[in-house]
Every structure is written in C-alpha cells, then in structure tokens.
C-alpha cells in the first residue's frame, strides 16, 4: 500500500524541471543540473517529462521525482502519460510518482484504470491531473495518490484565468482525503504560499523557474506595455 505522505512528508516546493524537444534546454544533462540545483536551494521534490530525465534526475537526487511523458496522439486532446506505454516507461525509469491525465475527456476517466492499476502493482503512487473540482472528485475514487490542479484552465471547460486556479485548490482540499498538490501558472512566491494556505499540501512551480524563454518573455512583455504607456 503507498501512503503519500511518506513521499512527501512536509509541505514544500517541488520544482517542474522539463524542456521539450523544440526548447533550448532540451538535450543532454541541462535539466539533471538544473534539478540538483533546485534541491540545493530546498525544493523538496522534482517533476520531470520524459524517460531519460527522470532516471538521470532519479540517478542526481534523493529526493522523490514525480514523471511523466508527454506524447502527443494525432485527433487526442490527451498527452500527458496517455497510454500504458508512457505509464511502464516511466516506472522503469525509476520514478517515485506517475502523473498522468485524469480529465473528462474522450472517456478518460474510464481508460485511465488499467494505468491507475498497473503503477499501483508496480509500487509506484500516481498523482492525477485535473483540470475541474468533478474530475478531482472522480480521481479520488478512482484511487489515486495525489491530486494536482494542473491542467485548470488547459481545458476548454475549465477556468481560464492568468493566474493559479486557487478556488480549486481549496475546493478539492475541503472535499478530498488525499493531498492535493498545486500546480498551473504559479508565477511569485507569493502565489505559492497563497496555494499553501489554500490548503494544497505541495505546490509545483516550472515556468517561473525553470523555463527562461518563458521569463524573459514575460519581462519584454511587461517592458514593452510600459514603454508604450509612456509615449
């Protein structure tokens, strides 16, 4: 049986180390370097994309690692661990948690089962993404480990907003037993600790720290609008 909080026992951060195929960082031992420095500097856990990151973060830290693959499928909206090759893959890379999407989409709620079921067998716990309180009710009962509000806002239905989806976080944190984990758009410490008192046992930042053509964009943005406010 895998109790969740044995993986992450403490409130804290976990950073979302992950560069895809078409970003500057991708390749090499970038993102392992790049995780070992987000444990120097008191990240509690780490989620990574990809088989050859996971194991070679599992390799760099002890900390636990979240993965997951993201595999896009022509006609599916679903790439985040979609199919049970992407869930083995990930086991045998070592990783402590699988992420996978747990939406309410093209029947996923019931075709994520037998991957609930075989990361279950294998020992490894499974957090669910969602993007809607409904779909984290449904998680719960479908036995997952961890609810992350990460997919909020990246589905047609669900909110859309610029900033962390926090009425989710403390909606599913008042209604379920397992710990819910905020991710999605945080962008300030001050975010984070919002996710906290919300409830959120763990919160996930990527963007804000690990991507900088994410950064750097934001900060040319808010320089630009300032630039022609002023004229």
């Not at 895998?2 to 078409?22: E, H, T, W």
């Not at 990246?154 to 909606?171: H, I, K, R």
């Amino acid at each position: 049986m895998i109790v969740s909080n044995r993986i992450f026992p403490d409130k804290g951060l976990i950073v979302s180390c992950q560069a895809l195929a078409y970003e500057p960082l991708h390749g090499g031992d970038t993102i392992t370097k790049m995780a070992i420095a987000a444990i120097e500097s008191g990240a509690i856990g780490i989620r990574t994309n990809g088989v050859f990151d996971i194991h070679s973060i599992k390799q760099a830290v002890k900390v636990p690692v979240i993965g997951l693959i993201k595999q896009d499928i022509p006609g599916s909206e679903i790439f985040i661990t979609p199919t049970i090759r992407e869930v083995m893959a990930i086991v045998s890379a070592g990783a402590d948690v699988v992420a996978l999407d747990v939406t309410n989409r093209e029947g996923r709620l019931e075709a994520v089962k037998p991957l609930i079921e075989y990361a279950k067998r294998a020992g490894v716990a499974v957090m669910a993404d969602v993007s809607t309180y409904e779909e984290g009710i449904a998680a719960e009962k479908l036995g997952v480990d961890f609810i992350g509000t990460t997919l909020s806002g990246y589905t047609s239905y669900s909110t859309q907003a610029e900033g962390p989806d926090f009425e989710l976080v403390q909606q599913l944190c008042e209604m379920v037993m397992v710990p819910v984990i905020a991710e999605g758009r945080i962008w300030t410490p001050e975010d984070a600790v919002r996710a906290i008192q919300c409830g959120a046992a763990n919160v996930v930042v990527g963007s804000a720290i690990t991507r900088p053509q994410l950064i750097t964009a934001r900060y040319v943005a808010a320089l630009s609008k300032s630039s022609s406010v002023g004229q």
